[in-house]
């Protein structure tokens, strides 16, 4: 089964941007990678799906168009730009894996976004 | 606007039971497969289960295999989540999600359960 691995922390300045990471374990390659925004004490809101092509369908409601989704090889990246104080939130990426029978979600760790 | 409401979280007992619901308001869940999360504390998500449409079609994450039945009423336009022989380490946020175009588009607010004696 997949392993996604995202950095435990970032920081970014307010006005300026950071890219997030998540890496898919090696095999791995042509999974497809939601991302996932949770604000302090609030649940999850669905941001981007991105596969090595780029973004996948459309973005979650009321995510503005400073956020953007990049795919290579293993990785998958979520960009913010102009970055503003409402973006402080953990960032969560998960993959959905399923073979016959079997389904299940597996989800980063998560990483904690700090805006400066 | 869908809004998803769980409730039904509490503090149960080492081997008690709980039993979740998800109530949906501003669109049916009938045709979407919906889903329950949870996230422990101050730890990241872990997806618990999914069920299909119908009601017909089910997955569990292995470490709640056996313990935890999902299941839906269309007509009261809810999912439940029915938890036995709860331990410690189910202790978390349950959230239900419901699927809409291959994603996990739309989460209730989460509803906490602690185990511990």
């Known amino acids: 089964q997949p392993v996604l691995t995202q950095p435990p922390s970032a920081s970014a300045s307010l006005g300026a941007s950071v890219t997030l990471s998540c890496t898919l374990s090696?095999?791995?390659?042509?999974?497809?990678v939601d991302w996932y925004q949770q604000r302090p004490g609030k649940g999850p809101r669905f941001v981007m799906r991105?596969?090595?092509?780029?973004?996948?369908?459309s973005r979650g409601d009321g995510i503005p168009d400073r956020f953007s989704v990049l795919g290579s090889g293993l990785s998958r990246y979520l960009t913010i730009n102009n970055i503003q104080e409402e973006d402080e939130s953990d960032y969560h990426c998960?993959?959905?894996?399923?073979?016959?029978?079997?389904?299940?979600?597996?989800f980063g760790g998560g990483t904690k976004l700090t805006v400066l | 606007e869908v809004q998803l409401v769980e409730s039904g979280g509490g503090l149960v007992q080492p081997g008690g039971s709980l039993r979740l619901s998800c109530a949906a308001s501003?669109?049916?869940?009938?045709?979407?497969?919906m889903h329950w999360v949870r996230q422990g504390p101050g730890k990241g998500l872990m997806w618990v289960s999914r069920?299909?449409?119908?009601?017909?079609?089910?997955n569990y994450a292995d470490s709640v295999k056996g313990r935890f039945t999902i299941s839906r009423d269309n007509a009261k336009n809810t999912v439940y989540l029915q938890m036995d022989s709860l331990r410690v380490e189910d202790t978390a946020v349950y959230y239900c999600?419901?699927?809409?175009?291959?994603?996990?588009?739309?989460w209730g607010q989460g509803t906490l359960v602690t185990v511990s004696s």
């Open positions: 999600t419901r699927r809409v175009d291959a994603a996990m588009r739309f």
């Open positions: 501003g669109s049916t869940l009938g045709n979407s497969w």
């Open positions: 069920i299909n449409s119908y009601g017909s079609s089910t």
């Open positions: 090696s095999g791995y390659s042509n999974y497809k």
């Open positions: 991105v596969d090595s092509d780029g973004i996948v369908g």
């Open positions: 998960a993959a959905d894996h399923g073979t016959g029978n079997t389904f299940f979600v597996v």
